[in-house]
T-cell receptor
């Protein structure tokens, strides 16, 4: 069964500092991986996704993530945090091969990012 | 282009009442997913539907919960005889194809409070 673990439920950085949000996955087949962002009282917005092409994926708002098969990781980074980045971030995995399960997403527990001025 | 629409945004029900949550997918999308987000937790998959078909309901509680996606109209998540533990945010997502590589577009959610 697939699963996702996000290390650290809360991460706090200073404005302008590096953002690193960790995600490790468990999957018996090469998965599809996603990072979503959720602002308070809103739905989820896709930041980026990995679908077996380039291992370094660039997303919106300056975020990027690198797929490392050997480490089963898909960590999210941003070189310089902005106040507007404060939100909850979710890593998710889907199985590309099982037709009957479609593309259901398995989410991690989420990481709340705080940005200090 | 309208995104995924959910209504109501907030719903308050007393224990034992029924809750009906509606989801209108992105125009042209024929695949709908429902997820539940309990306080302080991530989203949990509930059910995956295509038009007039339930494809995967492995995340649905066995009792009191049902979902449909009729040929015409929105997808409905129905919770009968609600209990306090049903209080959560319910998110609907849609995608154009069934493939796992496709982005799912999320609605703003319905926040259900059971008193």
């Amino acid at each position: 069964a697939q699963s996702v673990t996000q290390l650290g439920s809360h991460v706090s950085v200073s404005e302008g500092a590096l953002v690193l949000l960790r995600c490790n996955y468990s999957s018996s087949v090469p998965p599809y991986l996603f990072w979503y962002v959720q602002y308070p009282n809103q739905g989820l917005q896709l930041l980026l996704k990995y679908t077996s092409a380039a291992t370094l994926v660039k997303g919106i708002n300056g975020f990027e993530a690198e797929f490392k098969k050997s480490e089963t990781s898909f960590h999210l980074t941003k070189p310089s945090a902005h106040m507007s980045d404060a939100a909850e971030y979710f890593c998710a995995v889907s199985d590309p091969m099982i037709y009957n399960q479609g593309g259901k997403l398995i989410f991690g527990q989420g990481t709340e990012l705080s940005v200090k001025p | 282009n309208a995104g995924v629409m959910q209504n109501p945004r907030h719903l308050v029900r007393r224990r034992g009442q029924e809750a009906r949550l509606r989801c209108s997918p992105v125009k042209g999308h024929s695949h709908v997913y429902w997820y539940r987000q309990l306080p302080e937790e991530g989203l949990k998959f509930m059910v995956y539907l295509q038009k007039e078909n339930i494809i995967d309901e492995s995340g649905m509680p066995k009792e009191r919960f049902s979902a449909e996606f009729p040929k015409e109209g929105p997808s409905i998540l129905r919770i009968q005889q609600v209990v306090r533990g049903d209080s959560a945010a319910y998110f609907c997502a849609s995608s154009p194809l069934w493939q796992g590589s496709d982005e799912q577009y999320f609605g703003p959610g319905t926040r259900l409070t059971v008193t």
